[in-house]
């Protein structure tokens, strides 16, 4: 089931590395795009910095709109990951599936605090708002955002009976966080451990 | 065998999102600290975003040098990483082990295009100099560099059969890089997967 975590928490949906999938909304116009380059910036306001090059569709509804999630996909979505990453949403626009959404058939889901749309069957979703820093945005492609409202399938995160909201993917391989290498190739999130200071 | 890859190369080595260490010098200062709030921000050249709080003697290396190194750890280091993450160097000042490096018996081996020295048992070494940005700097703790030389351990990164510079840790499970989630925990990277897009 989802569930909503603390915001304070947020930062340890990508803190491992995970490649994301970015969707984005603007009037009628939607997209989705997938993202190797992410990471967290802050705890609390939770901020998280990510990569969204100039030619992209995602980068101009991101422009106009001021907000995008992050969904965090999963082993049995690897196939979505590359469709998406490997084609424009622009060149769908006037075509009968008229974004990517529709091409792919991809079920979505309304976010509680901005227009994106969230993807059906990832395992966490992260609402978020650009903070806006032009120089960074023009020179490196990189954009800055707060995270204002995060989700999570709790089957694989959630509280531990410490209190600790961690991953625990253990009986759903399916589920397992995916992280983007080269060219397709990918490695899925492995074995969990804890290392105590000794 | 430690092998040296094309600098165009290096951003595979982070683009799964391991956690890593950060080492400084400065003078005869020099300092090792955990980050997991690293990205790849560019191919060729290649730059990199990565974290590092104001608090931090690592900060105040990187100030001072202008370069750093990102050490990627294996999950036979990962005592290492939680220590080297739960102290300071400052506090080390003065004392009989005057650094992180005496304190816990870290051997390294000298950078190539760098004052800072490279953790022996990592699996990765990315030589890096500081972009200067200061607003994101002070504002953000985030700092941008670009990498200068990049090494590998060739048992778990090299060239595949189709010329490919890939991760492969079968067989080298204690070599599989750690993704840390909050609090000492951590992931593992596991299986290893190729999507091609249908």
Not at 8 to 28: D, F, I, M, Q
Not at 81 to 91: L, N, P, Q
Not at 161 to 180: A, C, P, S, V
């Amino acid at each position: 089931m989802l569930s909503v975590i603390p915001i304070s928490k947020a930062y340890r949906l990508l803190n491992h590395g995970p490649t994301v999938l970015v969707t984005t909304a603007h009037g009628n116009q939607r997209n989705v795009m997938a993202a190797a380059w992410n990471m967290p910036l802050d705890f609390d306001p939770p901020r998280i910095a990510i990569v969204i090059d100039k030619k992209t569709y995602t980068r101009e509804l991101i422009e106009a709109s001021g907000s995008f999630a992050i969904n965090v996909p999963c082993r049995a979505q690897a196939e979505i990951v590359v469709k998406v990453g490997s084609s424009s949403g622009r060149e769908l626009l006037g075509k009968p599936e008229s974004d990517k959404f529709a091409a792919f058939q991809l079920p979505t889901f309304a976010a509680s605090n901005i227009a994106a749309p969230l993807l059906e069957g990832c395992v966490a979703w992260l609402e978020c708002k650009v903070i806006p820093e032009p120089h960074i945005q023009d020179t490196y492609d990189l954009f800055l955002a707060e995270v204002v409202a995060a989700q999570v399938d709790d089957r694989v995160f959630s509280q531990n009976k410490d209190g600790q909201y961690l991953w625990h993917f253990e009986g759903h391989d399916e589920l397992r966080t995916i992280h983007h290498v080269a060219g397709g190739a990918f490695m899925a999130i492995g074995e969990a451990f804890t290392q105590a200071n000794p």
